[in-house]
């Protein structure tokens, strides 16, 4: 049974560019949540997402969106991209009813910005 | 809003020997879920041990232990019978239960040596 599985690994993008991250969450998961993890911090929260829904917001700012799709598949999208965009983006998922048995993450997307 | 706060940024241990990480935490919630992630260089969290707020019974995985003291807001890891391949960086990581969003702290650095 395939884990968490998110593409690119790695991608390098030049300030103001645009990039979209992909995530597939485990088969039969319905939620999927972002987070961005500076070098040498824990991860931030940025969005999750429930049945294509979105069901939560961390503090950043508008050129961060995200959508999911019908096959509970989800897109992080950031816009203008800055130097301090720069981290590790990670996705995870989480399947229906017991929240105690917490988050499965992927790998992660290593973006560069420069 | 919640906060975690991991106080020890690095920490080494011998082969076989016991190392404890410390984990504090504030929420004005009383029903939620606490986690001990284990990053390694592949970049995947893993989860190591979770602990349900309502349960005063700690949780133990093998060599994993908490030590969870609730009215403290302590959450404290233990890895008994330390493997090479414990060394990895370790989140502690907080959600509340009708929440959507893990909460981590800044991580600690494990290193086990032979």
């Known amino acids: 049974d395939a884990g968490v599985t998110q593409s690119p690994t790695h991608l390098i993008k030049t300030r103001g560019q645009h990039v979209t991250l992909r995530c597939s969450p485990i088969?039969?998961?319905?939620?999927v949540s972002w987070y961005q993890q500076v070098l040498g911090q824990g991860p931030q929260f940025i969005f999750q997402?429930?049945?294509?829904?979105?069901?939560g917001r961390g503090n950043f700012p508008d050129r961060f969106s995200a959508r999911q799709f019908p096959n509970y598949s989800s897109e992080l999208n950031v816009n203008a991209l800055l130097l301090g965009d720069s981290a590790l983006y990670l996705c995870?998922?989480?399947?229906?009813?017991?929240?105690?048995?917490?988050?499965?993450f992927g790998s992660g997307t290593r973006l560069t910005v420069v | 809003a919640q906060t975690v706060t991991q106080s020890q940024p690095e920490m080494s241990v011998q082969e076989a020997e016991t190392v404890t990480l410390s984990c504090t935490y504030d929420?004005?919630?009383?029903?939620?879920?606490l986690f001990w992630y284990k990053q390694p260089p592949s970049r995947q969290m893993i989860l190591v041990i979770r602990?349900?707020?309502?349960?005063?019974q700690n949780a133990t995985e093998n060599r994993f232990s908490v030590n969870f003291q609730k009215a403290a807001k302590s959450f404290s890891l233990k890895i008994s019978d330390s493997q090479l391949g414990d060394t990895a960086m370790y989140f502690c990581?907080?959600?509340?239960?009708?929440?959507?969003?893990?909460?981590f702290g800044g991580g600690t650095r494990v290193l086990v040596k032979p």
């Open positions: 929420t004005s919630e009383n029903n939620y879920y």
């Open positions: 088969s039969g998961h319905k939620s």
């Open positions: 602990q349900e707020a309502y349960k005063q």
């Open positions: 995870a998922s989480q399947g229906s009813g017991v929240l105690s048995y917490g988050y499965t």
């Open positions: 997402y429930y049945e294509k829904e979105e069901r």
């Open positions: 990581a907080f959600v509340e239960a009708a929440g959507n969003k893990l909460t």
